[in-house]
Structures are given as structure tokens and as C-alpha cells.
């Protein structure tokens, strides 16, 4: 195993001070032109590396970001369809309020991990992938390390940790992901995904639709975060209709339900000959792995001996299992209200003043930056 630096390291800069809801249509509304260009990954993090990792038949490569050199590593796995670009804000931000070090991973099948088999998306195999990455950045020299996960990388975070595959594990947050929620929602999730655009004319229109649509609520976590998301087309056309993009993200509401069915069938054969940008994975593909990746998770989670929070955008998302298990002192847990799904780029402060207060509390790490706990224990 071995790991090779990607891009020479850059200064961090710490950021200003992020879901899903339903992809459907939204009128660009009145007023002052918002700025949708993106943002590179540099502003947050300090170096970008792709890690190899030997399997019995190739090496697999994993793309990683980080910031710091010092104190507990705090790893990050993101959600299905995103990247590691999508904790970008938040990195810069718990970074800047405890000793830590930080390190995103692009998971299988996402952003620019590069491996032999991209489809094989079970939580087995996942969850192997964490560890193998882990032991080629430290070897045996581990450092104590804090799993944090959302959605899909907070199952995958809960598999890894059940399975043992992280030794040096110091603490697991897992974000708004919850079995009971979670199983009940896949059966409108291919609905979901139809209901997304295919393509986009430009990276700053993915960014617009994003925010527009919901899927993400801060623009700039947007602007960094959906550039791990889509990627440039092989075959497009240079011109692109402006109509294709307008199609996206506008519908007539009076239409009838079938009328509306072949409106955006219409709509998808135009993208899919004017396309700029589409998806990095297809996760309509993926969906024999879902029930892997949550079924049995509650108990997973309450079985994993160290110390553990879940962040949650509603308290609704709270299943029987987690509700008896927050009542027994099992798990911290703290609700982060007017947040969507992707709670960590909605609300990045939040999240890390929640996970800062979280580990100095257990004396995982201590604060910096006057970051004050507002935990008495602390």
C-alpha cells in the first residue's frame, strides 16, 4: 500500500460562514443577480491526494482532502452522490475551533476515487475501503480517530466501526440518518432521482438548481460541494439550448400528471443531446445496495462501544430503537432545526460547534480559538 501526493499543498483559508427535499421545478424569482461560479476545494482544505491501495487483483485509488498535521483525525464519508468536497465548509470551520486533523474521503464510486470495480456499492465492501485507506495513510502508527458520517457515509461510518475495522477509534457522529426514516424512504427515492435534472448547461447552473431546489440551502457550501457531484459530459455539443436548462427548472403547475410524464420525458431526450454536465454517478444504478446500507443500522449503532452523537435535522427522524436508546443514555444527540437532509453544509457552524462540544466534552481533543463548550461537564 501506498499513498501518493496528488497536488502540492496549499494554504487553507477559512470560509464565511448548508437536504433533500423534492427535485420539482422552481421560477428563477425577481431581484439582485446571485453569484453561482464555483469554488475550489484549496479554500478549505490544504492538500489533495490520491491514495492507493492494494486489492488482490489492482490497486484501487482514493482521493482524500486534508487540513492539519496535529491532535485526533476526524474522518469524514459523505453521502450518496456526493463527495468530500461536501464537508469543504465545515472542515474549514471545526478546524478552526478544536485541535484536530481532518481528512475527507471520496467513497467508491464517487467523486474521483478511481477503482477497478465502482459498482460494488455494499456496506461490506465500503466499509473495507475505510479501513484499507486508513491503514495506507498511517500504517501502524494509527492515530485516535473519530468516524463521522452522513446518510450513506453515516451507515457506512456504523458498519465500519461495528466490524472493527478502525482500531484506534475514538468516537462515531452519524448525521440525519436513521434505519426506521431511512427503509421508509426508499420506496420514493427512484421518484426522487427521476424528478432531478439529468444534465446542466454549466457547473454555476448545477450550483443555481441546487440551492434553488433545495438539495442544498447554503450557497456556499453549494459552490464547492456540487463540483464533486457533476462532471463534464464525454459527448456534447458546444451550443447548448438555453430551453434545456429552463425546462429543469420550470413547469407549468396547471398541467395534468400524464402531460407533465411526457413534458419531462421531452425534456430528458433534449438534455441527454445538449448536455455540459451530468451526474458523477447514476444512483437510480445503485439501488440493490440500499437496504444493506440501512437495515439493521440502529442496532449496529447502539452495539458500537465508544462514544456516539447523532445529529439530526428533525426529531421526527427518530426511530423506537434510537428513541429507547437516547433514553438509556446510549447516545448524545442534538436536533438542528430549519436544516434539510445535508445538514453539515445547511448548517456547517452548527454542526461543528455541535461535534467541537461533543469531543472536547469526552477530552478527545481540547478547543482553540476561543471556542468556548457550552457543555457544564466540559
Not at 470560509?15 to 433533500?20: A, E, F, I, Q, S
Not at 459498482?119 to 473495507?128: F, G, V
Amino acid at each position: 500500500m501506498e499513498k501518493q501526493l496528488h497536488l502540492s499543498r496549499l494554504p487553507s483559508r477559512p470560509p464565511m460562514p448548508t437536504g433533500v427535499q423534492s427535485g420539482s421545478k422552481m421560477r428563477m424569482g425577481p431581484g439582485r443577480k446571485r453569484d453561482f461560479s464555483p469554488v475550489p476545494w484549496s479554500q478549505y482544505f490544504e492538500s489533495m491526494e490520491d491514495v492507493e491501495v492494494e486489492n488482490e487483483s489492482s490497486k484501487d485509488s482514493f482521493r482524500i482532502y486534508r487540513i492539519g498535521s496535529e491532535g485526533p483525525v476526524l474522518l469524514l464519508l459523505h453521502g450518496g452522490g456526493h463527495s468530500a468536497l461536501s464537508w469543504a465548509v465545515f472542515s474549514a470551520v471545526i478546524f478552526n475551533r478544536i485541535n484536530c486533523r481532518v481528512v475527507a474521503i471520496d467513497l467508491r464510486g464517487h467523486g474521483d476515487t478511481k477503482v477497478k470495480n465502482s459498482e460494488d456499492l455494499s456496506a461490506e465492501t465500503m466499509s473495507k475501503d475505510v479501513g484499507k485507506v486508513i491503514e495506507a495513510l498511517y500504517g501502524e502508527n494509527l492515530p485516535p480517530i473519530m468516524l463521522i458520517g452522513h446518510s450513506m457515509g453515516g451507515a457506512i461510518a456504523v458498519h465500519a466501526a461495528a466490524s472493527n475495522l478502525v482500531p484506534s477509534l475514538l468516537g462515531l457522529c452519524v448525521i440525519d440518518v436513521v434505519e426506521g426514516t431511512a427503509m421508509d424512504a426508499l420506496n420514493s427515492m427512484q421518484n426522487f432521482l427521476r424528478s432531478r435534472p439529468k444534465t446542466f448547461r454549466s457547473l454555476e447552473n448545477a450550483i443555481e438548481w441546487s440551492v434553488k431546489s433545495g438539495q442544498i440551502r447554503n450557497l456556499e457550501s453549494a459552490k464547492v460541494s456540487m463540483v464533486g457531484q457533476v462532471k463534464k459530459c464525454e459527448d456534447h455539443l458546444s451550443s447548448v439550448d438555453s430551453k434545456a436548462f429552463e425546462g429543469i427548472i420550470e413547469e407549468e403547475e396547471e398541467e395534468e400528471e400524464g402531460e407533465s410524464n411526457n413534458k419531462r420525458k421531452k425534456e430528458d431526450d433534449l438534455e441527454l443531446k445538449e448536455c455540459s454536465y451530468t451526474w458523477r454517478i447514476e444512483l437510480a444504478k445503485t439501488e440493490k445496495y440500499w437496504d444493506g446500507w440501512f437495515r439493521g443500522l440502529s442496532n449496529l449503532f447502539l452495539s458500537c462501544s465508544v462514544p456516539k452523537l447523532l445529529l439530526l435535522a428533525g426529531v421526527d427522524r427518530l426511530d423506537k430503537d434510537l428513541t429507547i436508546g437516547q433514553m438509556q443514555g446510549k447516545f448524545q444527540m442534538q436536533v438542528l432545526p430549519q436544516c434539510g437532509h445535508a445538514v453539515h453544509e445547511d448548517a456547517p457552524e452548527k454542526v461543528a460547534e455541535a461535534l467541537a462540544a461533543f469531543m472536547v466534552r469526552h477530552k478527545f481533543t481540547e478547543s482553540k480559538g476561543g471556542f468556548q463548550c457550552l457543555f457544564p461537564a466540559c
